[in-house]
């Protein structure tokens, strides 16, 4: 769940570094973020007991600007996993490697810089370590569904079903 996931990242960067990397989250009205408490607080070792930890915010509805930069992720993620391509069978290791080479991929809007190097210069490549990212060279970075071995589920049961008219013909 993505509270598991604010937990984990909270537990690898410690208190302190999660705080100031993750002021706020902005995110839209998702399912998955609808137990705001859960993020924005972390357990206390009294029972009953928590700690502010950061603050959610919500975009309005239908308004996928006012969070672009993580639209443009979505873009790129959607480069190398079509919609409509299963994620099931993905591992942690295929998303570490699908995002180390999103955030090689450098950016107009960065100054012509990855986001990779921008945050290596503003938090240093210790934090990137901990967070399991590493950086892809320039020539390497691949935003297509061959980084993963994806194979479009649809095209290939169009395939099939045009092969199948075919034959019957």
Known sequence: SVIDVFNGLDKVLGNELFSELFPYILTDNGSEFSNPRA????????????????????????????????????????????????????????????????????????????????????????????????PVDAKDICLKPKLLKIHNVNKSRQHIYKNSVNTRG
């Open 39 to 134: 993020i924005e607080y972390r357990e206390h070792p009294e029972p009953g007991a928590s700690y502010h930890r950061t603050n959610i915010y919500y975009c309005d509805a239908g308004c996928p600007y006012q969070k672009g930069a993580c639209e443009v992720n979505h873009e790129l993620i959607r480069r190398i996993i079509p919609k409509e391509t299963s994620i099931d069978d993905l591992t942690q290791t295929d998303v570490f490697k699908m995002m180390n080479h999103i955030n090689s991929y450098k950016r107009k809007k960065l100054n012509n810089r990855s986001p990779y190097e921008t945050f290596s210069f503003l938090h240093g490549e210790e934090v990137l370590a901990k967070l399991g990212c590493r």
